[in-house]
């Protein structure tokens, strides 16, 4: 049987709630007005936008007695009647952000209320990307800007959208294994440190990505490590970038003077910021995003590290078992 089309039946998704949904219509209209701000890093650009929709992300309280006592916005019994859905392999419902910051922007939720987790998740995730191959799927931690903790999501942005994905290429990455066709690395040079995967494997992506999440710490009263991913698909092939964290709000985060209310997550990681209030919109400068980015995100030495040991890890793998690593495994 044929597999659906599942990145043609989103356009027509977005489509019809362009058409019957006027939050949607007018929400995306005024994005695409948005003003756009760039900050320079080497020859890479991050993405200020305007975005003052975004003030109620930017604020949410993620405490257990906060989001217990608030109705999900992901279960279908609190969503807004004009809000449809393409359901995925009868698992995940993918749906249109009413509040967007990428031109084409879904939410894909499961279809029960259960925490947010990664873990027996990553393999969803990446046929997801190769699903949606014009879109960048994003996942944000509990405590790492997903807006809503208690219920399992991904986001999906347009990929063209997210500075990231455009610079691949001109990124140096630093490895921490490879053959011919397949690469886990890291890399320094981006605005924050970011491990990076490219394969045309999805067990191996698998296997590497959840190599990296079982070495992370997990911090107390927390249910997995500090992280954000994004991933996407293109020419036969995975990527996946992921940024460990260390905090979950930069400490310039507030409301008073020299303050931002900007709280990063994976699409901030990736170099678009949606920042709702103007005044943080217009002075923000190359040293706040460089603060803010230090503050939420491994440094380079505990990236190092990390790279370190997962090389070895790896190496004792592949000396030790029968390996999938690629299709050319050393023999
Ligand atoms: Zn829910």
Redesign the pocket.
């Known amino acids: 049987m044929m597999r659906r089309n599942y990145n043609e039946e989103v356009t027509h998704l977005l489509k019809r709630q362009f058409y019957e949904w006027d939050t949607v219509r007018d929400n995306y209209n005024r994005l695409s007005q948005a003003d756009i701000r760039k900050i320079q890093k080497y020859n890479f650009d991050l993405v200020l936008q305007y975005n003052p929709e975004r003030i109620h992300s930017a604020i949410v309280n993620i405490d257990l007695k906060t989001i217990s006592q608030r109705p ?4 279908n019994e ?1 969503q807004p009647s004009e809000q449809q859905a393409v359901i995925w392999e009868g698992r995940y419902k993918i749906q249109v952000n009413p509040y967007p910051i990428f031109k084409r922007h879904l939410t894909i ?1 499961t279809l ?3 925490n947010q987790r990664i873990e027996g998740r990553i393999g969803d995730m990446m046929q997801i990307a190769k699903d949606l191959q014009d879109y960048v799927i994003l996942y944000n931690g509990p405590q790492c800007g997903a807006s ?1 903790p ?2 399992m999501h991904f986001q999906a942005g347009l990929r063209e959208d997210l500075p990231i994905c455009n610079v691949l290429p001109r990124l140096t990455i630093l490895i921490i294994y490879s053959n011919y066709r397949d690469c886990f690395g890291y890399n320094v040079n981006w605005f924050c440190p970011v491990f990076f995967i490219s394969t045309p494997n999805l067990k191996n992506g698998e296997e590497w990505l959840s190599d990296l999440i079982n070495w992370l710490p997990v911090h107390e009263g927390q249910t997995e490590p500090m992280i954000n991913i994004l991933c996407w698909y293109k020419n036969e092939t995975w990527y996946v970038a992921a940024f460990p964290r260390s905090n979950h709000r930069p400490s310039c985060y507030g409301c008073s003077d020299g303050q931002f209310i900007i709280s990063p997550a994976a699409a901030e990681l990736g170099g678009l910021w949606p920042i709702a209030r103007e005044k943080d919109f217009k002075k923000i400068t190359f040293h706040d995003v460089e603060c803010i980015l230090s503050d939420v995100c491994l440094s380079i030495k505990e990236i190092g590290d990390i790279a370190r040991n997962l090389r070895d890890l790896l190496t004792y793998y592949s000396l030790n078992k029968t390996t999938n690593y690629g299709t050319s495994s050393p023999s």
């Open positions: 999900c916005f992901l279960c609190y939720s029960e209320h259960t809503a208690d219920h």
